[in-house]
């Protein structure tokens, strides 16, 4: 017995939401209650969708916090694992979505607060080695460009994937999403022992990311040249 | 005062209005006004003043000396801000009498007043406004000349109607600063008792969603009454052809119709914070009573770079549209059509007019020319008119070669011909002659 109002798949995927909805959770997007009606309509088709996507080798997750995702486990549909710059910065605003003092402002948070919290949290120097590993030498003014246009991207980035909203140039709108970056802290148990749990599951990766030189993915993505200020430096410097 | 809100701003810019008001000004401003509304006084004498201010020192200044001289540099420096008023008009033959001005106690009931819109305060206020429009619709009704419009309809409307309305207003506006208050206050339990804060910020959160829907619900009841008295009000205006009561009830119903719109907004804008907070207080604070779990987040950010983890999300390809087939096609080369640009030459008749000219000349002096201008006219002549201006040239060419010519300082201008005229020479007599 089942509460849908779909009585088959065919009902489901004939739905008007379905081929936006499909759409969104393919290119990785969560699809939480702020999404209004398309929540509503994975929720009501949740008994016909997980089945289906579980033929892709995908599997519809629905979390208490209150958003879908789809999580490919095998290689028929596309999957991969966010960049260095995207996990500090979803981390970080996971974090501030706990705060209370987000709360005053109904979950909007400025962009200059998050950077604030960031070179908090890891250490200028820390930041910078992270975001852009295989820099040896760093000028500080051209670190700073740096760590603010990798923080733009990642934010850029997980605006896509649902974790957040851009309000304008200088607020987001935190969404319960961001709660998967907690996940390996969410329960008392052992750090480790979560974090294994998570990659048997296939949430996460663990080690260093396999990523792609920045430009190519710009190349790739939106077809901009990729040439930024920092590659400029390094040219003019020798 | 002008209307035009570009002009009024330009007005307050060139007259530099400012206003510098020091916590002890603002102290001293709510000592005298609360003296005046507890003694029921219209003035204060100076040394009231004096003494009111050494009171408020005491509090707030306690260490600060002379404080007689700094109350006399304190009323100074409010009379020149237009906060306090000298009312005795004595000059310097007493002591003076001040009163607080309009903006000083508007300054100061912003501070003290509690005037946030309560069920109460609204339902006393449009009921109010509702007798008042009630009255203003009959005598509007019985209403027949301009002067009784005016008297009975415009007025009224002007001053009790806009205060009344404005009173709501400014009401709603405390209302608003008290929700942003109660927002502060979620966030500031939360922080400080956390789970043991959970009932009280439901409460906070139950009360100001209750007194909204109650403002809304009497607002829109209320303003739909009043916009049907103004409009008809204002179709009887509009039938006795009196325009500014017509206009004047414009302003009322645009007034009216900005404070239901800020029910609505106000509920729809609290209505999303509720969810927000609802959902954190059941997703956040219930599930980690302890707090825990944002100092292992901490922790667990502060440690990413060293033991990392990525997060994996489906990143399905966009589809590939495929353009259409298209067979090639051959573009012919850039080229021009060839022409035979070595063209033959056009045949035209000889110009020979001009062969002879020097045997004219020689004519015309032999005649007994004994000037250019002579020269000229007796050449001139012989050719066609469209001819004529280049043989003119050449005859003083002529002239100039075969004979030796004299001429003034100040050659005269002589006519030679219709249109034409040369700048004349004198020529020597025949045994002179080259």
């Known amino acids: ?238 | 005062m002008p209307s035009d809100p570009s002009r009024l701003i330009a007005a307050l810019a060139r007259d530099q209005i400012n206003l510098d008001l020091k916590t002890l000004d603002l102290c001293f401003l709510a000592g005298l006004y609360l003296r005046a509304d507890r003694a029921s006084l219209a003035s204060f004498e100076e040394d009231v003043l004096i003494d009111m201010f050494e009171q408020v020192c005491d509090v707030v200044d306690p260490g600060a000396e002379r404080p007689r001289k700094r109350a006399t540099h304190a009323i100074q420096r409010l009379r020149d801000q237009r906060m306090l008023a000298r009312v005795d008009g004595a000059g310097i033959v007493r002591s003076g009498e001040y009163t607080l001005t309009r903006l000083a106690a508007a300054v100061v009931e912003y501070f003290l007043a509690d005037e946030a819109l309560t069920r109460e305060s609204l339902t006393l206020l449009t009921g109010t406004l509702r007798a008042q429009l009630a009255e203003i619709l009959a005598a509007a009704r019985r209403a027949e000349t301009e002067d009784a419009w005016r008297e009975h309809v415009v007025a009224p409307l002007r001053i009790t109607v806009g205060d009344l309305v404005g009173g709501i207003e400014r009401r709603q506006r405390g209302l608003d600063s008290q929700q942003e208050e109660v927002q502060a206050e979620i966030a500031k339990l939360l922080q400080v008792d956390w789970f043991g804060a959970v009932d009280r910020c439901q409460s906070l959160l139950d009360t100001t969603t209750n007194t909204l829907r109650e403002l809304n619900e009497v607002l829109l009841r209320d303003t739909h009454h009043f916009v049907a008295l103004l409009q008809e009000i204002q179709a009887l205006a509009s039938e006795a052809e009196q325009a500014e009561p017509e206009e004047a009830v414009q302003r009322v119903i645009e007034h009216v119709d900005r404070i239901a719109a800020w029910g609505g907004a106000r509920q729809r804008a609290w209505s999303e914070y509720y969810q927000y907070v609802h959902r954190y207080l059941r997703d956040v604070v219930r599930l980690d009573p302890d707090r825990a779990l944002s100092q292992r987040l901490r922790d667990e950010v502060a440690n990413w770079p060293s033991t990392p983890f990525h997060l994996l999300v489906a990143a399905a390809p966009s589809i590939r549209l495929l353009r259409p087939l298209e067979s090639r096609v051959e573009r012919p080369a850039v080229m021009r059509p060839r022409t035979d640009r070595e063209g033959s030459p056009d045949l035209v008749d000889p110009e020979d007019a001009g062969l002879n000219i020097e045997t004219l000349v020689e004519d015309a002096l032999a005649a007994g020319a004994r000037s250019l201008a002579e020269v000229t006219e007796w050449v001139l002549p012989q050719f066609p008119a469209d001819l004529r201006y280049a043989v003119t040239g050449r005859v003083a060419d002529v002239l100039a070669r075969i004979t030796r010519t004299r001429s003034a300082i100040e050659r005269p201008w002589r006519t030679v011909a219709p249109r034409l005229e040369v700048e004349d020479w004198e020529l020597p007599r025949e045994g002179d002659r080259r």
């Open chain 1, 1 to 238: 017995m089942t509460n849908s109002s779909f009585q088959s798949l065919e009902e489901a995927i004939s739905d008007e939401h379905f081929p936006e909805v499909d759409l969104a959770l393919r290119r990785g997007r969560h699809v939480g209650r702020d999404d209004g009606t398309a929540y509503d309509y994975l929720v009501d088709a949740l008994d016909h969708l997980e089945p289906f996507y579980r033929r892709f080798g995908c599997e519809l997750m629905q979390r208490a916090d209150g958003y879908f995702y789809l999580l490919p486990s095998g290689d028929r549909l596309g999957r991969r694992q966010l960049t260095a710059g995207e996990m500090l910065v979803g981390q970080t605003l996971a974090l501030m979505y706990l705060d209370p003092a987000t709360l005053q402002h109904g979950g909007m948070v400025q962009r200059e607060t998050l950077l604030q919290r960031l070179s908090g949290l890891l250490g200028t120097e820390t930041l910078v080695r992270t975001l852009n590993p295989r820099r040896r030498k760093f000028d500080e003014r051209i670190a700073a460009e740096t760590v603010r246009t990798k923080v733009a991207e990642a934010l850029r980035r997980l605006t896509d994937l649902g974790f957040i909203d851009s309000v304008d140039d200088a607020m987001l709108r935190l969404r319960p999403a961001l709660m998967r970056f907690a996940e390996p802290v969410r329960d008392l148990s052992d750090r480790q022992a979560a974090l294994e749990r998570l990659v048997r599951s296939g949430e996460i990766t663990l080690g260093e990311a396999v990523e792609k030189d920045d430009s190519d993915e710009e190349d790739e993505n939106d077809g901009s040249d990729g040439h930024s200020a920092e590659d400029d430096e390094e040219e003019a410097g020798g």
